[in-house]
């Protein structure tokens, strides 16, 4: 068995030292006129370092947002014939809007014979869906719904010996040291599961 993970943006020590490979978020501010100008460029999935591998590889993708149309065009790009037998794990912020994430996921499952998803926090915003969603839950149900649809994997399976669990493990109250913020009304946690499960 061959697992190969491949990381979403390479790191910077593996390209030249060139303002087009760095992320603008990490961009130092003297560059920012500069890097507005200059697009990020992303690599299409490199070959596997092994040859023609033989059994399963394993991708990981996350933060494709492909609410930006670079970004879609990118996911685009990817082959629809090499990558047929692998699998590829999207670790969340696929897009913002449920008409982008429907056409990414089926453009990932048209590409991949398994694709494994984690919803992230730019996946459950609603500010761009109008009056779509009333709130992130909803919005996450109606995710989880298009993935069971696409054929997209949310739930934990083995394939070829290899276990991949996908966690939704996000942040909990209690991980929070900070003083708490007055004056607005957050619904407990008892609140919420009690919504979820009538």
């Given amino acids: 068995m061959f697992v190969r993970f491949i990381p979403a ?16 978020h990490l961009a130092l501010h003297k560059h920012k006129t500069e890097i507005r100008t200059c697009g990020i460029k992303r690599r299409e999935i490199p070959p596997s370092i092994c040859g023609d591998s033989v059994g399963l590889r ?17 996911v685009k ?6 990558h047929k037998e692998d699998a590829i794990l999207i670790a969340g912020d696929v897009a913002e809007t449920h008409d982008n994430f429907v056409l990414t996921m089926s453009l990932l499952k048209d590409r991949f014979e398994h694709v494994f998803y984690v919803p992230g926090n730019h996946d459950l915003w609603c500010r761009r869906e109008g009056v779509n969603f009333d709130n992130s839950l909803e919005k996450l149900n109606k995710l989880l719904d298009t993935c069971r649809g696409l054929g997209v994997e949310t739930n934990p399976m083995v394939l070829d010996g290899l276990g991949i669990i996908p966690l939704f493990s996000w942040y909990h109250e209690s991980f929070d040291r900070e003083k708490d913020i007055t004056g607005i009304r957050i619904p407990s946690l008892e609140m919420v599961i009690h919504y979820l499960l009538s």
């Fill in 77 to 82: 790009s990817i082959s629809t014939l090499r």
């Fill in 9 to 24: 943006c390479p790191s910077l020590s593996q390209q030249p030292m060139s303002l087009n490979y760095i992320p603008k």
């Fill in 58 to 74: 394993v991708f990981v993708l996350s933060d494709l947002h492909t609410d930006y149309a670079e970004n879609m065009k990118w």
